[in-house]
């Protein structure tokens, strides 16, 4: 770098904990907030039943559960295609990706439905459209019962 450049470096906060704690309450995630833990202790001295601590694990896990479900969408997404850049999957292929589901069960090997899967895919070559974006949108036709959840 040379001297001429400095004046673009990145100045540095006077007092950095500070600035980034006033920061780190904007970004707080509700569902994760200590004050929403149910009152349950597992260091005090009061006895609680087995039935107690029991129901108490599984109210809070499904109030966990319900809470993350409600802040947080999918963290899978299909990347965007353009709207120019438009494609359709032809008969044949799915076909093909319909005739070889997954449906989970203990007798199918799900490695082995994906290099399928792959297999099939690789047969397209689409202008404008990576194979990431045409398995991201094939895949999910391959799958069947628990396993399309």
Do not use: C, W
């Not at 349950?40 to 993350?68: C, G, I, P, R």
């Amino acid at each position: 770098m040379t001297r001429s450049l400095t004046n673009e470096l990145f100045i540095p906060f006077e007092e950095p904990k500070n600035k980034f704690r006033s920061y780190r309450k904007h970004f707080k995630t509700p569902s994760l907030d200590k004050l929403r833990s149910p009152n349950f202790s597992l260091f005090s001295d009061q006895e609680y039943s087995e039935e107690e601590v029991a129901k108490t694990m599984v109210e809070t896990m499904e109030q966990y559960m319900s809470k993350t479900r409600a802040d947080y969408g999918s963290g899978v997404y299909g990347p965007k295609i353009e709207d120019n850049d438009n494609f359709e999957l032809k008969g044949q292929f799915l076909k093909k990706l319909r005739t070889n589901t997954f449906s989970g069960s203990d007798h199918e090997d799900a490695n082995e439905h994906i290099e399928k899967v792959l297999e099939i895919v690789d047969l397209f070559h689409i202008p404008n459209i990576t194979i990431d974006q045409v398995i991201l949108r094939a895949f999910p036709m391959s799958l069947t019962g628990v396993a399309s959840r």
